[in-house]
């Protein structure tokens, strides 16, 4: 059933600015890989034919922060990669998201000691946390449901 049999022979489609906005966000989001330890594996496989995350217009994970404005950090962040994680989240273009993958990135993991970030909110700000050590790739596919869920639920106030 497509949209001219639902409106009949109105031809007038009437939306708000918000709504076409964040559908638009949501169906044009680029990742930018950011695997750090066991958790890109699962991402690596998200991205596989099994699961296939090209049905969310997420074909190719994208090497550049300027051409990217989701930032999937999968695993474990060293005090050593914080400073390149910050710079590389300050050179992505807004709107921009994080999702945390994994145990590590959410809140250290296991590692208890000096070295690993208790949590990658820590250096950038979160929008969604995957648990799970490491998670499987439909816990990640799920995370970014929830992220379009919240883009979609956005006003045009908290833009700016």
């Known amino acids: 059933m497509g949209v001219e049999q639902k ?13 076409v906005m964040n559908w638009s966000r949501t169906r044009a989001m680029w990742p930018m890989l950011f695997g750090l330890a066991c958790c890109a594996i699962e991402m690596m496989a998200a991205e596989g034919a099994h699961y296939d995350m090209s049905r969310f217009g997420m074909e ?20 050593k990669m914080a400073p390149v994680l910050r710079r590389l989240y300050d050179q992505m273009p807004e709107p921009k998201w994080v999702i945390a993958m994994g145990d590590c990135a959410s809140c250290g993991g296991v590692f ?13 700000p979160v929008d969604v946390y995957i648990a799970g050590c490491p998670p499987r790739p439909e816990a990640l596919i799920h995370g970014i449901l929830t992220l379009y869920d919240k883009v ?9």
């Open 7 to 19: 409106l009949a022979n109105m031809g007038v489609v009437t939306t708000t600015l918000e709504t």
């Open 60 to 79: 190719l994970m994208r090497p550049s922060p300027r051409q990217s404005d989701l930032m999937i950090v999968a695993g474990r962040v060293s005090r």
């Open 152 to 160: 979609n639920h956005e006003k045009i106030k908290d833009w700016a």
């Open 112 to 124: 208890n000691n000096y070295a690993v970030v208790a949590g990658v909110d820590e250096v950038v």
